[in-house]
């Protein structure tokens, strides 16, 4: 059955809970085909994600987000977000790049954190595949190892470095500009879709890196009502 829609799982901090706004309101204004939105939230998974937090991770969706293809019932394609990200260009062309050749398809960053600490003095954990996990295309049937035990269970590095796949030839490569790492990378005016990695605008630390402007702008848009003549 064809898919209509696309699924798209944002993961939600309640420390930076206008990140997911912004984020969804940026999909939303330039997308020219139909989208729908799941949080990916401590708060509404009761009896589902039942697993401790470990003290290195920066975000409470740092392993939630392997429940995305649980979430979809295990059917078509869905896309999982970090919340710290702003959209620059229509998902229409990121839903175009699917292959059905592939599991998972992300970008596959190759670097090494420039800084040590990240906002609210999180931690920067620096390990094989950094990043990779943190925007992925889900070929939902073909990740069904990835049930609420496993995601409850696993060892944080077997889910972010994909681990659970028979092997590594069923991640596919997407550009690097649909998960920009500002900060990390030069300033690019094709990046899709810019990560703020470190810190997002809203905290003062950042709101004057790379593409802050038009994250605040896209607030500015996210908050506008037309009022009566």
């Avoid at 997911?20 to 799941?38: A, G, N, W």
Wanted: with cysteine.
């Amino acid at each position: 059955m064809e898919q209509k829609t696309v699924r798209i799982f944002v993961g939600f901090d309640p420390k930076e809970v206008v990140a997911y706004h912004v984020l969804v309101q940026s999909i939303i204004e330039k997308s020219s085909i139909p989208v729908e939105f799941s949080l990916i939230a401590l708060s509404n998974l009761g009896g589902i994600f039942t697993r401790e937090r470990n003290a290195l991770q920066s975000t409470e969706f740092s392993f939630s987000r392997f429940l995305t293809p649980y979430l979809s019932g295990y059917e078509g394609w869905s896309i999982f977000m970090d919340c710290d990200m702003l959209m620059r260009a229509d998902i229409a062309e990121l839903w175009a790049l699917r292959d059905e050749r592939y599991a998972v398809m992300c970008v596959k960053h190759d670097y090494q954190p420039k800084i040590d600490t990240k906002f609210l003095g999180q931690v920067q954990t620096k390990y094989e595949k950094k990043n990779w996990s943190s925007f992925i295309l889900f070929n939902n049937d073909e990740c069904r190892a990835l049930t609420p035990d496993y995601v409850n269970t696993a060892a944080g590095l077997q889910l972010h470095q994909f681990k659970w796949l028979e092997n590594e030839d069923l991640i596919g490569e997407l550009p690097v500009t649909w998960n920009y790492l500002v900060n990390e990378y030069d300033y690019r005016e094709d990046a899709k879709n810019v990560h703020f990695t470190d810190g997002g605008p809203y905290f003062e630390e950042y709101k004057n890196d790379d593409y802050a402007e038009e994250w605040f702008a896209a607030r500015e848009r996210l908050l506008f009502a037309q009022q009566p003549a």
